[in-house]
């Protein structure tokens, strides 16, 4: 059973929100400091993404537990303007906000599964997953 709590990004106290609950849902799962660490990082990453480029969207973190392993699954989705060349802002060192470029590769490197889907004009929808060693 898959068990998914969102929040909704409007302004910067929101990806606090989403912060806080990452780590809270990790902390549940039995992740270690280090892991909680990185999955609100990425979470971080991924809400400021929504905050600065679509305006609004939502970060939904995700309890799996899947053949007897358990994960948590970060969501991020908008309905913002897209990104248009994906290949690009995969780019170490790639930024559009004059930031360290960390981004999105930073994201992928920290989870253990990563996942971009984006339509220019029709927004995106991005999934990271880290599973519990």
Same mark, same amino acid.
């Given at each position: 059973m898959d068990v998914q709590s969102c929040v909704k990004i409007l302004n910067e106290w929101d990806i606090v929100a989403a912060r806080q609950l990452g780590r809270n849902v990790a902390r549940e799962l039995g992740f270690g400091t280090v892991d909680q660490a990185r999955i609100t990082t990425a979470i971080s990453e991924l809400a400021r993404n929504i905050y600065l480029y679509a305006g609004q969207g939502q970060i939904c973190i995700e309890k799996l537990y899947q053949?007897?392993?358990?994960? =948590?699954? @970060? +969501?991020?989705?908008?309905?913002?303007?897209? @990104?248009?060349? +994906?290949?690009?802002?995969?780019?170490?060192?790639?930024?559009?906000?004059?930031? =360290?470029?960390?981004? =999105?590769?930073?994201?992928?490197? =920290?989870?253990?599964?990563?996942? @971009?889907?984006?339509?220019?004009?029709?927004?995106?929808? +991005?999934?990271?997953?880290?599973w519990l060693r």
């Open positions: 053949n007897g392993k358990s994960g =948590l699954k @970060i +969501i991020a989705v908008d309905s913002g303007p897209g @990104i248009n060349d +994906i290949r690009k802002v995969m780019e170490d060192g790639f930024s559009t906000s004059g930031g =360290l470029g960390a981004g =999105l590769p930073g994201v992928k490197r =920290l989870m253990d599964e990563f996942s @971009i889907d984006s339509n220019p004009g029709v927004g995106t929808d +991005i999934r990271a997953t880290k």
